[in-house]
């Protein structure tokens, strides 16, 4: 029983094509962005991409897949136009994901710009609860990604994770998605089998394994606990490759999807997930405690 691993992948040509890059790069899983990340006006899916789409997932042995939101949205802004339009466009891309199929959707918590933790971590909470309700039946999971913690973005101490569960309290359709590059920058140690049970054994105490459906494989160009967050190739950063066969061995996270969030070519890609997999074959399984 191997992780699920995969990568973000392109949707460059529509969003069918994804699902192909995905298969010839060698995923199990892939993760995308349902459309252009950095604008708030969102390209209309046509019936027959989502079709497509729909269709090559059927035949397809990618299993499941991510989405993550729009870089612009910021659910925790005590700035009302912007928290109104972030709003609106994170229900976009719920309907955009559970149209196509996606199981998960990735998303940052946001940033308080000011306004405080608590504050901002209840303007998310009462956020989520309106798009849940505005959602009752869909099939798509919403996973509160983690934050390095860089400004004033939550998310990055597991206590902000918590609170948003929670304070939300809709265990069927919210769960995390676990960053590696983020953990770290945050100030959660990976690198040593002691450190990686430390730091696996808070989140367990604090949030609970059985909320985690997904991690980001990135590894970070900045030292622990820089709260700065900048991806690097795995094993290539500050974390090294004892950290990722630490977490890729630990049986609790088995068949997960787990996701390469790093710049690169279709080869780098190939080479970083064949590296992944060969620590998977080679290492004892991480005991559960």
């Not at 940052?108 to 306004?115: E, I, L, S, V």
């Not at 590059?181 to 100030?187: M, N, P, S, V």
């Amino acid at each position: 029983m191997s992780p699920r691993l995969g990568a973000h992948v392109s949707i460059a040509g529509g969003l069918p094509l994804a699902l192909d890059r995905g298969r010839e790069i060698g995923c199990d899983t892939i993760q995308i962005f349902t459309s252009n990340q950095t604008q708030w006006k969102k390209r209309l899916l046509a019936a027959e991409e989502v079709q497509a789409f729909r269709a090559g997932l059927r035949s397809s042995a990618l299993s499941p897949i991510l989405a993550h939101d729009s870089y612009l949205i910021n659910l925790a802004s005590p700035e009302k136009e912007l928290r109104d339009r972030s709003i609106r466009s994170f229900l976009e891309e719920m309907n955009r994901a559970e149209a196509l199929g996606i199981a998960y959707l990735v998303f940052h918590p946001g940033a308080h710009t000011g306004a405080g933790e608590e504050d901002g971590l209840s303007r998310v909470a009462d956020a989520l609860r309106f798009l849940l309700r505005e959602t009752a039946g869909f099939r798509l999971r919403l996973l509160i990604e983690s934050t390095a913690g860089q400004g004033t973005s939550l998310g990055y101490r597991f206590e902000h994770l918590a609170a948003l569960l929670q304070l939300v309290s809709d265990p069927q359709r919210l769960g995390i998605c676990l960053d590696t590059c983020h953990l770290f920058a945050a100030g959660y140690d990976l690198r040593t089998p002691g450190a990686y049970r430390q730091t696996m054994k808070s989140f367990d105490e604090i949030v609970g394994i059985g909320n985690l459906y997904a991690f980001h494989l990135n590894d970070s160009r900045k030292e622990l606990g820089s709260r700065v967050d900048r991806h690097e190739h795995v094993g290539r950063g500050h974390i090294g490759w004892e950290g990722f066969r630490l977490l890729l061995n630990d049986r609790r996270f088995s068949r997960l999807p787990m996701v390469i969030e790093t710049p690169g070519e279709d080869k780098q890609f190939r080479d970083d997930l064949a590296s992944l997999r060969a620590l998977v074959s080679r290492a004892p399984r991480t005991r559960r405690d």
